[in-house]
């Protein structure tokens, strides 16, 4: 499935050995991989990525390429192996040029975060719920409006870690409707499918129908994505 999935031009320069181009193209083919569940050609596709050649010379396909081995490891269900190497990741980037760029920053802060709270959901202690909560505080030092819906939904996810539901539903509520205008669809359904098991009633029930709506759309499994990309709530049904 990823094979039909994956860019021409990725075939084509894995033929001629070209890896500059190959691992321009590893994020996107390795997310796509990891969100229809095979997990397997994820794996396949980010083993092709060059090594980081230190913190000074991580160019931007070197942390796409970084940044999927920590989603994968969560999708795999390895939350610990994940924490491990978004500390190594995030320790690496800060030292790094890339870091001023403010896209890559977001994306590695929030990702950092997700980290913090699916390693907490399976146990690690409440230092990882503060590292979440730096996250998102330092999320709001940026500028744009989906660094401001990344906050809200990390925010949803440490208030749910800490049993503050009423505050949780609220971020998850500003966390929709930051994402949906930002275009950010797949978290909006993820942070939808939250807010309506968090809610319950009619209310909820209407949340769940709109992400399932769009999980089955995309042909996505729901519950498996929920869990990776709005931890702090605990596995999905």
Known sequence: ??????????REAEGRG???????????????AMLSGDHAAAARLLALAPEAPGARGITFAHWGALTAKTTLLRFQGDAPAALAHAREVFALLTRSPLFRVSFV??????ERGLSALSAHDTGAGDAELAVAATMARRLGGERTLYARALRQHLLAGVAAARGRRESAAAHLA??????DAAGMRYLAACARHRLGAVVGGAEGAAALRGAQAYFEAEGIPAAACVTVSAPGFGAAP
């Open 1 to 10: 499935a990823v094979a039909r999935d994956q860019p021409a031009e990725q």
């Open 18 to 32: 070209d890896s500059s181009v190959v691992s321009q193209l590893l994020y996107p083919a390795s997310i796509a």
């Open 105 to 110: 920053r977001t994306a590695s802060l929030f």
């Open 174 to 179: 500003a966390a929709v409707a930051q994402l």
